[in-house]
Nanobody, 129 residues
């Protein structure tokens, strides 16, 4: 059974940091792009960041560029999201996901939820002002 399990969420003050982790099991994801999305109450799920299979290519939403860093450890089947300088508007449920399209491709850049096939259940991030 394929699973993605997010962890590391919590309550933090404005300007603080958190590091999210997403561990995969049931299948190796080392050949595929992985990403982070978030969804705030009453809003649609939105793209945050993604990383290619090798880690060479990373890309971010404008709203988090320069504050968030995505990385991965393929030996651990895990992707991370380091979040710094957090703002109240970063409050949301954060999901990790995997796209099995175009394996071992450093150019492919999935940004839409429909581009990714496997999803975790999310971890809550709350930033208090």
């Amino acid at each position: 059974q394929v699973q993605l399990v997010e962890s590391g969420g919590g309550l933090v003050q404005t300007g603080g940091s958190l590091r999210l982790s997403c561990a995969g099991s049931g299948r190796t994801f080392s050949n595929y792009a992985m990403g982070w999305f978030r969804q705030a109450p009453g809003k649609e799920r939105e793209f945050v960041a993604a990383i290619s299979w090798s880690g060479v290519t990373t890309y971010y939403a404008d709203s988090v560029q320069g504050r968030f860093t995505i990385s991965r450890d393929n030996a651990k089947n895990t992707v991370y999201l380091q979040m710094n300088s957090l703002k109240a508007e970063d409050t949301a449920l954060y999901y990790c996901a995997v796209s099995t399209n175009y394996p071992r491709n450093d150019i492919y850049r999935p940004r839409l939820p429909r581009d990714l096939e496997y999803w975790g259940r999310g971890t809550q991030v709350t930033v208090s002002s």
